[in-house]
């Protein structure tokens, strides 16, 4: 390239964005409470569409772990169309299974997404578990004994990582005993307290939180293809101890179909570049994820994929999903 750097290039990019889109994304929704995964993607947001007007604030709104903004913006009660709000695979499992209502893609643009995160298996410093197979052994003998702790209530993806991994050695999910919290910080917390016994969480939310001067959690596994970088490159996968249980969790943000369409897709664009900068790339694998950029039609297929094979999957569960 001619003159200036690749980098070079991407930082000019990024500098040139219309100013107008700077000023009108003014807040990133985290659906939950703080210290959860939708606050992490906010923080990562602010990051990467920081700026001379400074960063969008990040506001937090529990509500059935993203049922109340998506019911908003679908119903068009949002007060904001250019606000962009945190969502999942979580996320898109409870869509696919009509628990956050009528399923209105015609309502919301999916903008980008940032990051790949992945399940994990959690317990207490102090729990007597030290691998995946000690947990469940001790699951088989006496499934309501051990106390999960889920973000989200029956057919969330903590139920659901906690149900595949019982379903694997033989437990009916019938017979898990669940403790439901409004998103995976209050969950963690329960965990830390000694209230329940397992979170089958997110990497990203319980590396902070991992050894005793740290809050007393230890993981035994990660639900992951193979093992992750970094801080948590020592935990085995469930497929290492026998258990081939994997759950990929796609982090990104979404908006209104209000948005007016040229500043989302200067957004989008804008997006497109940054997420492929070495400091975005950095900041994710320092949360203990893999860095990703999907933006536009790459996107729209990973989300309608992952809907379908979230279908099929509670489907085998007997869940009820209206269509």
């Known amino acids: 390239m001619s003159g200036i ?31 959860g995964g939708f606050d992490m993607t906010c923080q990562l947001l602010q990051a990467l569409l920081a700026g001379p007007a400074g960063p969008p604030r990040i506001v937090y709104q529990p509500g059935g772990i993203g049922a109340l903004a998506y019911r908003e913006l679908v119903r068009g009660q949002r007060q904001d169309p250019r606000e962009l709000i945190a969502f999942s695979t979580g996320t898109l499992l409870n869509i696919a299974q009509g628990r956050f ?11 980008a997404g940032v990051a790949m995160d992945h399940g994990v298996v959690a317990v207490a410093a102090t729990a007597p578990w030290r691998t995946l197979g000690d947990l469940l052994d001790a699951l088989r003998q006496q499934p309501t004994a051990v106390a999960f702790a889920a973000g989200g209530t029956i057919g969330s993806q903590d139920w659901m990582k906690a149900a595949l991994l019982a379903r694997a050695v033989g437990v009916s999910h019938r017979a898990l005993r669940i403790v439901a919290f409004e998103g995976g910080g209050d969950a963690l917390r329960a965990l830390e307290g000694g209230h329940v016994h397992v979170l089958c969480g997110d990497a990203a939310e319980l590396l902070p939180r991992l050894g005793p001067q740290r809050g007393g959690v230890r993981l035994l596994a990660t639900l992951s293809a193979s093992r992750l ?3 948590l490159a020592a ?33 989008v664009e804008r997006l497109a570049l940054a997420l492929r900068t070495p400091e975005h790339a950095a900041r994710v694998r320092a949360s203990g994820m893999t860095p990703l950029a999907l933006t536009g039609e790459p996107l729209a297929r990973e989300v309608a994929g992952q809907l379908e094979a979230l279908r099929e999957m509670a489907a085998g569960f007997g869940l009820v999903m209206p269509r």
């Open 229 to 231: 970088a970094g801080a």
């Open 101 to 111: 209502g009528a399923w209105r893609p015609d309502r919301l643009h999916w903008v």
């Open 5 to 35: 750097t690749r980098r070079s290039a991407l930082a000019l990019g990024l500098a040139a964005a219309p100013a107008m889109v700077r000023a009108h994304v003014s807040q990133c929704v985290a659906p939950a409470k703080p210290g």
């Open 235 to 267: 935990v085995p996968t469930a497929a290492e101890q026998g258990v081939d249980v994997r759950w990929p969790i796609l982090r990104g943000v979404y908006t209104s179909a209000d948005h007016p369409d040229a500043e989302r897709l200067a957004l």
